[in-house]
């Protein structure tokens, strides 16, 4: 079991869902934060096994496939965006 971190922003996380079809270290860094290469290397090794599940190929041997990597961390883009909506609705988010 691996320990999800939480994201560093909604903003962020849509962003590159959306702008990556495959996420590398720095995406992921980006997304989370600083993280360790240990941690990362486990995110990354969860993904896989999601990409494997869901029988998605790898075209690039040091990335994950983006939607699977959401689903394996929890990260459901919709109510990431949904979550972003009602912040803005509620002026707390610029």
Not at 21 to 36: P, V
Not at 47 to 62: G, H, L
Request: charged share 35%; glycine share 4%.
């Amino acid at each position: 079991m691996v320990r999800i971190p939480q994201i560093k922003s909604l903003e962020t996380a849509i962003r590159i869902y959306y702008e990556r079809i495959e996420l590398r270290n720095a995406d992921i860094k980006e997304i989370f934060g600083s993280l360790g290469s240990k941690t990362i290397c486990r995110l990354k090794q969860v993904a896989k096994d999601k990409m494997k599940e869901n029988d998605i190929p790898s075209w690039d041997a040091k990335a994950v496939n983006t939607e699977s990597a959401y689903e394996a961390w929890g990260l459901n883009i919709e109510d990431l965006e949904k979550r972003l909506t009602k912040l803005k609705k509620l002026n707390l988010h610029s």
